[in-house]
């Protein structure tokens, strides 16, 4: 099993340029998060999703929107990067039904490394 | 917003001495995971925590809940390099959200 796929491993964008992260998980979870860690903040959450067809937003959504395509797979989209946007983003999943479920655990990708110049 | 506060932010030790980091939250926490990231890795999960004054051991280290459930600690027995990384907490709140703490980064001395 792969786990929690993530892609690009890298990326460098403009100003203004937009992009999409991918996350696709093969271990059947229902729960699905995007996170943002920036150095000594530890992570803070984006957006996640409970289920299929269903987001919610978390601590910092302000200039992202995601979309759940399916079970597997939950994206990430900045449609006007920012300097503030520069961070390295961590997609997780989880078998809980949801964020506030208990005893959940979180699998995370390897993460992407973003820079906006 | 409620927080999870983690100390220290680095701790620097020799290689065999012991090494902790404490975690505190102004309010009473459901449970509270730990994870580790290893340099330029991903957080992986190490253990939860459930219960009141829990204690529990993953060979060198060891784990505590606190009695009131708002405060935790990890703490390593004798490190080895292969120890090397960042350690965070993750609390969940009343509202069942997991509150993060800022990570403590362990350093191994040459």
């Known amino acids: 099993n792969a786990g929690v796929t993530q892609n690009p491993k890298f990326q460098v964008l403009k100003t203004g340029q937009s992009m999409t992260l991918q996350c696709a998980q093969d271990?059947?979870?229902?729960?699905m998060y995007w996170y943002r860690q920036d150095p000594g903040m530890g992570l803070r959450l984006i957006y996640y999703?409970?289920?299929?067809?269903?987001?919610d937003k978390g601590e910092v959504p302000n200039g992202y929107n995601v979309s759940r395509l399916n079970k597997r797979e939950f994206s990430l989209r900045l449609e006007s990067a920012a300097p503030s946007q520069t961070s390295v983003y961590f997609c997780?999943?989880?078998?809980?039904?949801?964020?506030?479920?208990?005893?959940?655990?979180?699998?995370f990708g390897s993460g992407t490394q973003l820079s906006v110049l | 917003g409620q927080q999870v506060m983690q100390i220290p932010q680095y701790q620097h030790v020799q290689e065999g001495e012991d090494f902790t980091t404490y975690c505190n939250s102004s309010?009473?926490?459901?449970?509270i995971q730990w994870y580790k990231q290893r340099p330029g890795g991903h957080p992986v999960f190490l253990i939860q925590?459930?219960?009141s004054g829990e204690v529990k051991k993953q060979k060198r280290l060891t784990f505590q809940f606190g009695e009131a459930k708002k405060n935790s600690s990890l703490h390593i027995t004798a490190t080895q390099t292969t120890d090397v990384g960042t350690y965070f907490c993750?609390?969940?709140?009343?509202?069942?959200?997991?509150?993060w703490g800022a990570g403590t980064k362990l350093i191994i001395k040459p």
């Open positions: 997780a999943s989880s078998e809980a039904p949801g964020q506030g479920y208990l005893n959940e655990k979180l699998f």
């Open positions: 925590l459930v219960k």
């Open positions: 271990m059947n979870h229902n729960s």
């Open positions: 999703s409970a289920s299929e067809g269903t987001t």
């Open positions: 993750a609390g969940r709140d009343s509202n069942y959200q997991l509150i």
């Open positions: 309010t009473t926490l459901s449970n």
